[in-house]
């Protein structure tokens, strides 16, 4: 099948950009220094592709991914790197011999796990993101509490996403060293084999951690690209010309095709005005018929928006993949 016979807008990854992507980052980070993080590309067929190039355990944020990597045989070490006030379903999921590792940061997330079956925990800290995470001097507490409750506590894990979109590099190093003392401070007094942080942004500044949760280095997208680290843009939303003026013209794909949270996607040669639902305005224009290929702004809610992806080389389409870790 040629690209052209897809129909737009058709979400595209570009099958050596991916591969080279994927093995650069297990040349830098091999085996089990880097825990990929599913929630970028939500797609099992990929994550296959991380295991094969050495990668045993996977980071997630919702049971649905972990309840998904299971079922791809991908369940030997899952970390679900969020908070829960019920943990049913990943207990069942460790009831059926799956490895689950869940995030804990307070009282009632450490009873949540007792009471729904997860055996494994990590103490989530607040290193400075302001979202999930306990204050480090309160870690300790909370693995005693947890040991107390019969969890085994692996560590700490401590994301620090404040950082990694930092285009400057030394600002990132800096604040990165900044929130790795905080989440050391706290292993210090928790103990336990695993200190898990990072992201793509930090992933060759981040040398305190003992694993990297990086994600988008597979895929990429704009606010990344602008980072210079050596992954390349491996995905994009091909999308048609349907309607042109002399000033502008507007292809098939809108904001219910890309993530906006980062803004607007972009594409070479073109000056992108603005996205509405269903379509893109840009220039200058084009012909009515002619294919665009835009790169999204963020990848992550990207990734979630669509059913499908198209690994493409050139113009073939080599196959296609459901994006089957969609959802909750
Ligand atoms: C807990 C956690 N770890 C790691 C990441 C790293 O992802 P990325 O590679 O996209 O920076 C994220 C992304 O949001 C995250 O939420």
Redesign the pocket.
């Known amino acids: 099948m040629k690209i052209d016979a897809l129909a737009t807008p058709a979400l595209v990854i570009d099958a050596g950009r991916l591969d080279f992507n994927i093995k650069e980052m297990a040349r830098a980070l091999p085996g089990d220094r880097l825990r990929p ?1 599913v ?2 590309h939500k797609c099992t067929e990929i994550a296959k592709l991380q295991a094969l190039a050495g990668h045993r355990g996977f ?1 997630c ?1 919702t049971i649905r991914e972990c309840e998904g990597m299971v079922a791809a045989g991908l369940g030997e070490d899952l970390l679900l ?2 908070e829960l006030v019920d943990a049913r379903r990943l207990g069942a999921l460790v009831a059926n011999r799956a490895r689950v590792t869940l ?1 804990v940061d307070s009282l009632e997330s450490i009873a949540a796990a007792a009471s729904g079956g997860v055996h494994e925990v990590v103490i989530d800290v607040n290193v400075g993101l302001q ?1 999930c995470g306990c204050d480090p001097g309160e870690a300790g507490r909370l693995a005693d509490v947890a040991r107390s409750r019969g969890l085994e506590v692996r560590g700490v ?1 401590g ?1 620090e ?1 404040h950082v ?2 930092l285009e400057d590099a030394s600002e990132r190093a800096r604040l990165c060293r900044e929130s790795m003392e905080l989440l050391l401070a706290a292993h210090a007094q928790v103990g336990g084999s695993l200190v ?8 060759d500044c981040n040398t305190w951690a003992t694993e ?6 597979a895929l990429m997208d704009v606010a ?1 690209g602008r980072l210079g680290l050596p992954f390349r843009q491996a995905l994009f939303v091909d999308a048609i010309v349907i309607s042109s003026c002399s000033q502008w013209s507007v292809a098939d794909a809108g904001l219910k095709a890309f993530g906006m949270d980062h803004g607007n996607p972009e594409a070479e040669g073109a000056d992108v005005w603005f996205c509405s639902d269903e379509h893109v305005t840009f220039g200058p224009p084009r012909r009515v018929g002619d294919m665009l290929r835009l790169v999204p702004a963020h ?2 809610p990207t990734m979630a928006y669509h059913e499908r992806v198209h690994l493409v080389s050139g113009d073939d389409v080599l196959e296609t993949w459901p994006i089957d870790l969609r959802g909750w």
Not at 196 to 203: C, L
Not at 212 to 217: E, L
């Open positions: 993080h929630k970028a980071t944020a790197a969020n995030a979202r894990m994301y996403g990694v979109g898990s942080a990072g992201g793509t942004g930090t992933y990297i949760q990086a994600g988008s280095y990344y990848v992550d």
